[in-house]
């Protein structure tokens, strides 16, 4: 697939800007099937004849459904219509990955733990958890995260992403999903690498039950109100039978 077509126009020129309108646009998924991750497709028109970047002319598309648009197998027609009533507009984006059935690792400011499941939570509640299904043995996410000011902005239940309307904006490309609470203002920060079964926490800030976290791929500092700036870094917990680390307004557990 050529990467500039006749008019010049390269497909790694659209801006930031347009693909956040793209993004919510179409819920933040594949207008067909509510899939993520996903590309962005031009439609209307082709890219081949697209003369500039037009947000009204461009779609987010799963992998299969971006294949089947480039071998000619789902009509622009058919885009179009799923652009006009995107999938994810009545029901939530669907997150899917193929992480294996082997022990996981999650790597979280500077923490690496490593198991049948891996979790960080906050009185009780989980920031993020990955398991293992016993019966398919499908790794499934569960959690939530909250901006500063303590407001849900993404929440994760067994394999589904739910993304919260008030949400600045929400993108998963490639393997890295990031939560943006305004321009620049990152609450998360996430990449998935399926071939070492990888979940890396790269940034992390935002506020839930009076405790706030601030922190990114080196370290994480946690304030809550009655322990002021712990910083958490190089811990390595590694249990067949799973590994957490354990915040309550008191107290911080790792094990």
Not at 78 to 96: G, I
Not at 213 to 220: L, M, N, P, T, Y
Request: glycine share 10%; proline share 3%; charged share 25%.
């Amino acid at each position: 697939m050529s990467e500039t077509n006749r008019f010049g126009l390269a497909r790694s020129d659209v801006s930031a800007a347009t693909k956040r309108d793209v993004r919510q646009r179409c819920f933040f998924a594949c207008v067909l099937c509510g899939q993520i991750p996903y590309d962005y497709e031009h439609y209307a028109p082709e890219f081949k004849d697209a003369k500039h970047h037009d947000a009204d002319g461009i779609v987010l598309l799963c992998t299969k459904h971006h294949r089947e648009k480039t071998a000619g197998l789902l009509s622009s027609a058919a885009v179009k219509r799923a652009h006009e009533r995107p999938f994810s507009a009545s029901t939530d984006p669907v997150w899917t990955h193929t992480l294996g059935p082997e022990d996981i690792t999650l790597r979280f400011g500077g923490n690496t733990l490593s198991g049948s499941s891996v979790a960080v939570t906050l009185d009780g509640r989980d920031i993020i958890r990955l398991y293992r299904d016993g019966q398919s043995g499908r790794w499934l996410l569960t959690g939530s995260f909250q901006d500063v000011r303590g407001q849900t902005s993404l929440y994760f239940q067994n394999d589904e992403v739910r993304v919260f309307s008030g949400s600045w904006d929400v993108r998963f490309e490639g393997t890295r999903l990031t939560v943006n609470a305004g321009p620049g203002d990152i609450v998360a920060q996430i990449s998935f690498h399926a071939a070492d079964r990888t979940v890396s926490v790269e940034r992390l800030k935002m506020s839930s039950n009076g405790c706030r976290f601030d922190g990114d791929a080196e370290q994480i500092e946690i304030n809550t109100p009655t322990v002021r700036s712990l910083i958490l870094s190089g811990n390595m917990i590694a249990s067949a039978s799973g590994a957490t680390i354990s915040i309550a307004s008191g107290s911080i557990r790792i094990g």
